[in-house]
């Protein structure tokens, strides 16, 4: 069985697992899942109990979730070309540490600005909750810009999958109208620079449900019913 990715839209953090399975050249296929609707459904509890996205189904009928477990899984089974890393290296410990920074600083700091999309709020409170999250988007903006200390990657002279996990997260600052992504001169440029990669255009077209073409080997799309079809067949 072909490995399926179930990715959130819209603007989901799945943006990431796309781009990297892109980037290996594996084949995949992909499940789009209406958040939050269809996310927290009964339909997706036997892909995901807790209603998030992404998620991945193995070749084996197992299914795995979080961005970080997903790309590390990605990454294990793509060392020789040159994604993942020994994981006794140096650059495995780099990767590791930089995608612990974007889930636990730069994602969470985006996270009170949800949640005033996705529910009814006093005015005062939204107002508030805004704030606070603005200050905590600015303060990740300029940790982030410190880690990068003007390499061209994440990782320093080649992309890595951290590169493709701020992709997905680093949009959101556009989406929310937070800071002048000017301000920080190298993540600005890392921020460009992904705009340009075929995979990253590919996710964001896929997203948006536009004419995508592949650099990868996507081998389309299954609906919901037909990846939990998959899902019976492994079990």
């Known amino acids: ?14 943006f990431g697992s796309i781009v990297a399975l892109e980037w290996t ?10 958040m ?3 996310v927290s459904s009964e339909a997706y509890k036997p892909v995901n109990p807790i209603g998030e ?12 979730s979080e961005s970080m477990a997903i790309l590390n899984h990605i990454a294990a089974r793509t060392v020789g070309k040159g994604w993942g890393f020994d994981p006794k290296s140096e650059k495995f410990d780099r990767l590791n540490q930089m995608l612990a920074f974007l889930n636990t600083a730069f994602f969470n700091a985006f996270g009170p600005l949800w949640h005033t999309v996705e529910h009814e709020l006093d005015p005062l409170a939204k107002q508030a909750l805004r704030a ?4 905590k988007v600015e303060k990740a903006h300029a940790q982030l810009e410190t880690l990068l200390g ?13 590169d493709a996990y701020f992709a997905g997260i680093a949009r959101w600052n556009d989406f929310h109208q937070v800071v002048d992504r000017g301000q920080f001169p190298a993540l600005n440029a890392l921020y460009e620079r992904l705009q340009q990669d075929s995979a990253v255009q590919f996710a964001w077209a896929i997203e948006h449900q536009e004419e995508a073409q592949t650099s990868g080997q996507f081998l389309g799309h299954v609906s919901l019913d037909e990846a ?3 899902l019976k067949q492994a079990a």
């Not at 606070?132 to 200050?135: N, T």
Request: hydrophobic fraction near 40%.
């Open 25 to 34: 050249g594996a084949p995949y296929r992909l499940c789009r899942v209406e």
């Open 53 to 64: 996205t992404p998620s991945l189904m193995l070749p084996d009928g197992r299914v795995m």
């Open 36 to 38: 939050p609707a269809a």
């Open 132 to 135: 606070y999250s603005v200050a």
């Open 1 to 14: 069985m072909t490995p399926i990715l179930f990715y959130g839209v819209p603007e989901g953090c799945s």
């Open 150 to 162: 003007g390499r061209e990657w994440l990782l320093g002279d080649e992309k890595s999958f951290a």
């Open 228 to 230: 939990l079809g998959s």
